[in-house]
């Protein structure tokens, strides 16, 4: 049993410039656009569909720093975004008796706070992700398309849930759903 659960976003540096452009590069060779006119336009419509894929999955896509305090824990202490795996090793505010369990979820035993921080997010984000990012951005994009702007926005949703329904993790049960 868990009480007392809050959680703070300590370092969030966003995407790099590097990281836009390597994006940015990507999803043009997947669209096959080779002009630079529209660049700012398909930057913001990866960054708008990343934001959804985080919110889709409840877990980020860049790494940041998540902070996880607690008043008191006996048992599994879920966490709300998915650990790095290469950032296994997360800091303590103290000693308690804390464990990491098999399924990237803590284990303790304290009447007192704990304050738990981690990085979340993927170091390199998998390849299906992207292609589902990429994906979106072609459906919103296509100007042969004579698809209404609602009709694209549920077209985007639509195969976000089937391109990312395993990906998406629910905290509060720490299972996937």
């Given at each position: 049993?868990?009480?007392?659960?809050?959680?703070?976003i300590?370092v969030?540096?966003?995407?790099t410039?590097a990281?836009?452009?390597?994006?940015?590069?990507l999803?043009?060779?997947?669209?096959?656009?080779?002009h630079?006119?529209?660049?700012?336009?398909?930057?913001?419509?990866?960054?708008?569909?990343i934001k959804?894929?985080?919110?889709?999955?409840?877990?980020?896509?860049y790494?940041r720093?998540?902070q996880?305090s607690?008043l008191?824990?006996?048992?599994?202490?879920?966490?709300?975004y998915?650990?790095?795996?290469k950032?296994?090793?997360?800091?303590?505010?103290?000693?308690?008796a804390?464990?990491?369990?098999?399924d990237?979820?803590?284990i303790?035993?304290?009447?007192?706070?704990?304050?738990?921080?981690?990085?979340?997010?993927?170091?390199?984000?998998?390849e299906?992700i992207?292609?589902?990012i990429?994906?979106?951005?072609?459906?919103?994009?296509?100007r042969?398309?004579?698809?209404?702007?609602p009709?694209?926005?549920k077209?985007m949703?639509?195969?976000?849930?089937?391109?990312?329904?395993?990906?998406?993790?629910?905290?509060?049960?720490?299972?996937?759903?």
């Amino acid at each position: 049993m868990t009480t007392g659960y809050s959680i703070q976003i300590i370092v969030d540096s966003g995407l790099t410039s590097a990281q836009r452009t390597n994006l940015l590069g990507l999803c043009k060779a997947y669209m096959m656009i080779e002009h630079n006119e529209l660049d700012v336009v398909i930057t913001d419509l990866i960054i708008g569909e990343i934001k959804r894929v985080e919110k889709f999955t409840s877990n980020f896509l860049y790494i940041r720093q998540i902070q996880v305090s607690v008043l008191s824990v006996k048992g599994i202490l879920d966490l709300p975004y998915i650990p790095a795996l290469k950032t296994p090793s997360p800091i303590f505010s103290d000693n308690q008796a804390v464990m990491w369990g098999a399924d990237n979820s803590l284990i303790a035993n304290s009447s007192v706070p704990i304050t738990v921080t981690y990085s979340a997010g993927y170091e390199v984000i998998p390849e299906d992700i992207l292609q589902a990012i990429f994906e979106a951005t072609r459906i919103f994009f296509d100007r042969e398309d004579k698809l209404s702007l609602p009709d694209k926005l549920k077209a985007m949703k639509e195969y976000r849930e089937f391109a990312l329904s395993n990906y998406r993790f629910n905290a509060l049960y720490s299972t996937y759903v």
